[in-house]
């Protein structure tokens, strides 16, 4: 049985992690059996980031590696029927998310203020309290540290604001009139673009691209369609 360490669910979300959502959301949709194992400690993973997987003897981190793996042990059911062209846009959609948007968001979520007070509230509540600020300093010192080496936290906020909310428009412009990235049906595309705009309009963090998010009709269709297909059982 694979094992999802993925960090405790929150905000009414599969996941406050989008690359943990987007495990959560392949495996359901592959229809492949798992089980939930709550991750506190990111360090404890190989790559000292969550999500991992294992399976029996084996440990595999990162999302993008975790599909791989349960693609070769399980097949590709939600690759049928693309051609070469969907497969590049699909991963070019996959990578402006993860290596563009998410460090936007990130930005947002621990660097502004009231943001981080909820981040502080939700992400550590199962921390001892007497040992609780003096982590979330710790995890905002290294987050802030991680953003000026990425880059989005050399820009100012209103310029991350307007990154991503570039990013936005590309997602919604490229969706469309069409109920899923992958086109009728979600593809292995839509685990990483839902759990992304899921992550912009669910939690109550205050962000320009939350509201650029929830401006696009497109968008929040797409996020409530998903969400009664893949997770029914959190409304
Ligand atoms: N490339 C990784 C990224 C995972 C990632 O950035 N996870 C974040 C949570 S969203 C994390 O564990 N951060 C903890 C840290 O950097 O200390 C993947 O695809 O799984």
Redesign the pocket.
């Known amino acids: 049985m694979i094992r999802l360490h993925q960090?405790p669910r929150c905000f009414g979300l599969p996941n406050p992690?989008?690359?943990?959502m987007?495990v959560e959301t392949y495996l359901r949709l592959a229809s492949i059996p798992y089980e939930v194992v709550d991750l506190h400690n990111?360090?404890k993973?190989p790559?000292?980031?969550?999500?991992f997987i294992t399976d029996g003897a084996r440990t595999i981190?990162?999302?993008?590696f975790?599909l791989l793996y349960l693609k070769e042990v399980h097949g590709t059911p939600l690759g049928h029927g693309l051609d070469a062209r969907e497969r590049a846009l699909h991963r070019a959609l996959v990578r402006m998310c993860?290596e563009h948007l998410?460090f936007a968001a990130v930005r947002l979520r621990w660097m502004v203020p009231e943001n981080a007070a909820i981040v502080r509230a939700t992400f550590f509540a199962g921390m001892p309290a007497p040992l609780r600020p003096l982590i979330f300093l710790a995890?905002r010192t290294?987050?802030r540290l991680?953003l000026m080496g990425q880059g989005m936290g050399r820009h100012t906020l209103a310029e991350a604001e307007q990154l991503g909310r570039e990013d936005i428009e590309v997602l919604s412009t490229v969706l469309g009139d069409a109920p899923f990235f992958g086109g009728e049906s979600p593809r292995e595309v839509d685990c990483t673009t839902w759990a992304f705009v899921a992550n912009l309009l669910v939690p109550p963090f205050r962000m320009r691209m939350k509201d650029a998010a929830a401006a696009c009709p497109n968008l929040v269709a797409y996020h409530n369609r998903m969400m009664a297909r893949v997770f029914p059982d959190l409304k």
């Open positions: 960090f992690s989008p690359f943990c987007k990111p360090r993973g790559k000292g980031k969550g999500p981190p990162d999302s993008h975790i993860e998410y995890a290294k987050i991680d």
